[in-house]
């Protein structure tokens, strides 16, 4: 074999090595589904939680299923979110009930609704080889977040879920920077310092880690408490860019 043979070769092989090294330095991009309410939907988490991961150099691709005061019952009785798991893959489900329906020394009814359905679409995303996890709710006022937090960690448990607790951070939050835009306008909805904090806890969820600190904007559309969406059908967002 001639040396310039042998350089061809070694040219060769480097370029074959060079490109292995950058399919294996892309990560797929992540699909998840959120199925919840106006909790999920006001100042957009999904588009928050895409564009934190697109920040931290993560591709993640994140539609929803909302509905203003809907419950988990209602979107297993209409189909939704087992018709978008047979259209497509997901590689997470991120359920949210409705605000305190977990509580059952309340409601007792709807506290059975909520586990039950729970149940039924944690199952269903299995089925379709999804992860299910449950996004928790919260509550202002402290002893009810505390109760909010153990219920909603026991209707986890029960379908072996993992569970992001927001609540109890909440409280954190209130008490040692009360100036935070935690809350919307109304005091019930989440409002920007409170979304962000829910996509840094489902971004450890997701990836086994914290996100690295640095500043991201999210250009997606931030809903009011009273928008609408008109079919039950997965609300598909953009791909998000970190630090645009």
């Known amino acids: 074999m001639t040396g310039r043979h042998v350089l061809r070769l070694f040219v060769l092989a480097l370029a074959v090595l060079a490109f292995l090294q950058i399919g294996c330095s892309r990560r797929p991009t992540t699909q998840v589904l959120f199925v919840g309410n106006s909790l999920t939907y006001v100042n957009n988490l999904p588009a928050a939680l895409s564009a934190l991961a697109a920040a ?61 359905s729970t149940m039924a679409l944690v199952r269903i995303a299995r089925n379709a080889k999804a992860v299910p996890l449950l996004l928790g709710t919260y509550q202002t006022m402290p002893e009810v977040s505390a109760v909010l937090v153990n219920e909603e960690s026991q209707a986890a448990r029960t379908v072996t879920v993992p569970y992001v607790a927001v609540s109890d951070r909440l409280q954190r939050g209130l008490t040692t920077s009360p100036k935070k835009s ?52 997965p609300i598909s967002l953009p791909m998000l860019k970190g630090n645009e």
């Open 182 to 233: 935690w809350l919307y306008a109304d005091d019930m909805h989440p409002g920007p310092d409170l979304v962000l904090l829910e996509s840094v806890l489902l971004y450890r969820q997701l990836f086994g880690a914290l996100p690295a600190t640095q500043a991201f904007s999210v250009h997606a559309p931030m809903y009011r408490p009273d928008a609408k969406f008109s079919t039950p059908a």
């Open 56 to 116: 931290n150099g993560r591709s993640l691709q994140a539609d929803m299923i909302v509905k203003g005061g809907a419950t988990l019952t209602e979107h297993f009785g209409d189909g939704s979110v087992a018709r978008a798991l047979a259209q497509r893959h997901y590689d997470f489900v991120v359920l949210q009930e409705r605000g305190g329906d977990f509580l059952c020394g309340f409601v007792p009814s709807k506290c059975r609704d909520a586990k039950g």
